[in-house]
């Protein structure tokens, strides 16, 4: 099993910064995928960026050029840098991992974006 704490959600202006944190349990040269997903009120789940055990990574055209996901193998930690931040941001950040044995999620942090 994985675990996984997300930190460093919060209140921001419109056009700040932040950097999410996500700490696993096991080391994540063993997991095949680090990602980021968010969740806003009343919406669905969506896909914001991953990482895999290789480096690649990818990112949702929303948050292109805006957002990078990076990580430190020797904290087991992914990070998420968000620049620029619009209120349309504003959301519930969930770090997943996928491994051989499945996909677990964080318990979410709170991104707020104010106008």
């Known amino acids: 099993q994985v675990q996984l704490v997300e930190s460093g959600g919060g209140l921001v202006q419109a056009g700040g910064s932040l950097r999410l944190s996500c700490t696993a349990s096991?080391?994540?040269?063993?997991?095949?995928?680090m990602g980021w997903f968010r969740q806003a009120p009343g919406k669905q789940r969506e896909f914001i960026a991953h990482?895999?055990?290789?480096?690649?990574?990818n990112y949702a055209d929303s948050v292109k050029g805006r957002f990078t996901i990076s990580r430190d193998n020797a904290k087991n930690t992914v990070y998420l840098q968000m620049n620029s931040l619009k209120p349309e941001d504003t959301a519930v950040y969930y770090c997943?991992?996928?491994?051989?044995?499945?996909?677990?999620w964080g318990q979410g942090t709170q991104v707020t974006v104010s106008s």
């Open positions: 096991i080391n994540i040269f063993s997991i095949n995928v």
């Open positions: 997943s991992a996928i491994v051989v044995a499945g996909h677990y």
């Open positions: 990482i895999t055990s290789g480096g690649s990574t």
